[in-house]
């Protein structure tokens, strides 16, 4: 069981990132890439797939990766309506959270494959994500337990967990579902991208007593292991995992597993919930790279609002939206909500619309919209 002075190291390692990271890039040497794709392959992957806009998507009945398919909570009929209002957004990519429980679900690779049908019948590609470093570090099949109420993401799973990544002998027991997932859609139209691990060393402030003690570490050496699985496995699409702290200076000045997501990466994807002018920094940062550009993460009011879509469009950075419609994630509560009550008239945090349809504010999503059709020169469809 961690302590509270395990939960301060992994804090302290997390702010000496955010400091390393805002060195100056020229200031750092570039460490040489290992990544399965040349330079030219991931650009060549931005040609054909063009810019990527889109969502973190749960559907609204659901709060979190488990509830999304099994089967007394796989609500089709709502997935397929939620992702008929991000395509009339303009939005033709979603990042989908998996979970490696999920193999063990009767029916789950057949209502997956029935996701992507619906997602790719409004014109919508997916990104899977793999494993997840947020939230309870403890997950189990079967009914979960309701959301606490006014709270940020409560139900939220990590993957694979404390148990396994606490213990090194144990993480061989994860290469099964990742092989088996990357076989199964490795060559699969609807399929526009891998992440492998979703912010996997988060440290653990809302679950300190169940958490992993040494997090910071482990979840480094998982993370290059979980590589070396899917570079292996070598599907069509490319691979990667997000930064999410530092990202706006000399991230290689940071922990070993800065240089492990910005290395191993066919194209570079990150995390970003900051105002116009950081983020650009953050994407001027990371272009020296040369690799296409992902903000897998973005959209938390008050500071990072959606008329930052028009950085994206200008910069021809793909980028997902944290969440599409409020529902049992209640991601429309900041993450501060953990701690303190959210005002009844607080601005929403994440999400576009209330689960009727109808938008948080219908200026923001005019402007989406429009700023969407500008890039694409498309029409979206509903």
């Known amino acids: 069981m961690p302590t509270r002075l395990?939960?301060?190291?992994?804090?302290?390692?997390?702010?000496?990132?955010?400091a390393k990271g805002a060195y100056p890039a020229r200031w750092t040497a570039p460490f040489p890439s290992e990544a399965r794709w040349s330079r030219e392959q991931a650009s060549a992957w931005?040609?054909?797939?063009?810019?990527?806009?889109?969502?973190?998507?749960?559907?609204?009945?659901?709060?979190?990766?488990?509830?999304?398919?099994?089967?007394?909570?796989?609500?089709?009929?709502?997935?397929?309506?939620?992702?008929?209002?991000?395509?009339?957004?303009?939005?033709?990519?979603i990042r989908l959270f998996l979970h490696h429980l999920l193999p063990e679900v009767p029916g789950f690779w057949?209502?997956?494959?029935?996701?992507?049908?619906?997602?790719?019948?409004?014109?919508?590609?997916?990104?899977?994500?793999?494993?997840?470093?947020?939230?309870?570090?403890v997950a189990r099949l079967g009914p979960q337990p309701e959301p606490r109420p006014g709270t940020h993401n409560?139900?939220?799973?990590?993957?694979?967990?404390?148990?396994i990544l606490s213990d090194p002998r144990r993480w061989e027991e994860l290469r099964p579902y990742v092989d088996e997932v990357l076989t199964r859609f490795g060559d699969d139209p609807r399929v526009q991208c891998w992440d492998l691990f979703n912010e996997p060393n988060g440290p653990e402030i809302a679950y300190p007593r169940t958490g992993c003690a040494d997090k910071y570490r482990l979840a480094t050496g998982l993370l290059d292991r979980v590589f070396d699985w899917a570079q292996a496995a070598d599907p069509a699409q490319p691979l990667t995992a997000g930064v999410f702290v530092g990202v706006s200076g000399a991230l290689e000045r940071g922990d070993p597993i800065n240089r492990i997501m910005l290395t191993r990466s066919d194209v570079i994807t990150f995390h970003n919930y900051l105002p116009r002018r950081r983020l650009a920094a953050s994407i001027d940062h990371l272009a020296a790279y040369g690799r296409p550009l992902l903000c897998t993460e973005w959209l938390g009011r008050p500071r990072s609002t959606v008329e930052l879509i028009e950085v994206f469009r200008d910069r021809g950075?793909?980028?997902?939206?944290?969440?599409?419609?409020?529902?049992?994630?209640?991601?429309?509560?900041?993450?501060?909500?953990?701690?303190?009550p959210t005002p009844d008239d607080a601005p929403w945090f994440h999400?576009?619309?209330?689960?009727?349809?109808?938008?948080?504010?219908?200026?923001?999503?005019?402007?989406?919209?429009?700023?969407?059709?500008?890039?694409?020169?498309?029409?979206?469809t509903g």
Not at 80 to 90: H, S, T, V
Not at 324 to 338: A, M
């Open 6 to 18: 395990d939960l301060y190291a992994q804090l302290l390692r997390h702010g000496l990132d955010i």
């Open 46 to 93: 931005q040609d054909r797939t063009g810019w990527l806009v889109g969502c973190n998507f749960m559907p609204s009945t659901a709060g979190n990766q488990l509830e999304m398919f099994q089967a007394d909570t796989y609500d089709p009929a709502t997935i397929d309506r939620e992702l008929g209002w991000a395509a009339e957004l303009g939005m033709n990519s």
């Open 110 to 137: 057949t209502r997956l494959d029935e996701v992507l049908d619906l997602a790719a019948g409004h014109g919508i590609g997916a990104m899977p994500v793999l494993l997840d470093g947020c939230w309870n570090p």
């Open 154 to 163: 409560s139900m939220w799973l990590q993957s694979p967990g404390a148990a």
């Open 317 to 340: 950075v793909g980028c997902h939206t944290w969440g599409l419609v409020d529902g049992r994630t209640q991601t429309k509560y900041p993450w501060t909500s953990w701690n303190r």
């Open 351 to 380: 999400e576009l619309f209330h689960p009727d349809g109808t938008p948080y504010d219908p200026a923001e999503t005019d402007l989406f919209r429009r700023v969407v059709r500008e890039r694409t020169g498309g029409t979206a």
